[in-house]
C-alpha cells in the first residue's frame, strides 16, 4: 500500500491550499482515508476522513476544522482531497494522509484514533503566515 501526499507549501492567513493523497496497492475492497496533521511538540489530530467506496457519500470531519476543510475523493476513489479554506497561523503542520481497514475505520465511525490507520504517507508540510 502506498499512499504519497501533495499540495502542501506555505500561504498568509486566509488563504486556501488543496492537499491530494494518491493511493495504491490496496488489497482489501475498501478503506477509510484520513487525514491527519502534527505541529512540533502536539499530538496528532485527525482531520477528516473519507471511504474509498464510492457508493458511501458519507465523511468525518473533526471540530477544529468543521467548515473550513472539506474532504473529497475522485470518482474511482483512488485520490483523496482535502481543501482547505480561510487557513490560519494555527493550521501550520505536517499533513499526512493515512488508510485504515478497521472494520469501523473503513465507514469512518467510531473514534478515529491515529493507531486505527496502518499505512501512512510521508507528509507534506503547510505553512500559514500571519
Known amino acids: 500500500v502506498q499512499l504519497v501526499e501533495s499540495g502542501g507549501g506555505s500561504v498568509q492567513a486566509g488563504g486556501s491550499l488543496r492537499l491530494s493523497c494518491a493511493t495504491s496497492?490496496?488489497?482489501?475492497?475498501?478503506?477509510?482515508i484520513g487525514w491527519f496533521r502534527q505541529a512540533p511538540g502536539r499530538e496528532r489530530e485527525i482531520l477528516s476522513c473519507i471511504s474509498t467506496d464510492t457508493d458511501d457519500g458519507s465523511t468525518f470531519h473533526g471540530d477544529s476544522v468543521k467548515g473550513r476543510f472539506a474532504t473529497s475523493r475522485d470518482s474511482a476513489g483512488n485520490i483523496v482531497y482535502l481543501q482547505m479554506n480561510d487557513l490560519r497561523p494555527e493550521d501550520t503542520a505536517t499533513y499526512y494522509c493515512?488508510?485504515?481497514?478497521?472494520?469501523?475505520?473503513?465507514?469512518?465511525?467510531?473514534?478515529?484514533?491515529?493507531?486505527?490507520?496502518?499505512?501512512w504517507g510521508q507528509g507534506t508540510q503547510v505553512t500559514v503566515s500571519s
Open positions: 493515512a488508510a485504515a481497514d478497521d472494520s469501523a475505520a473503513v465507514w469512518c465511525r467510531g473514534n478515529l484514533r491515529p493507531g486505527l490507520f496502518d499505512y
Open positions: 496497492g490496496f488489497s482489501a475492497d475498501y478503506y477509510g
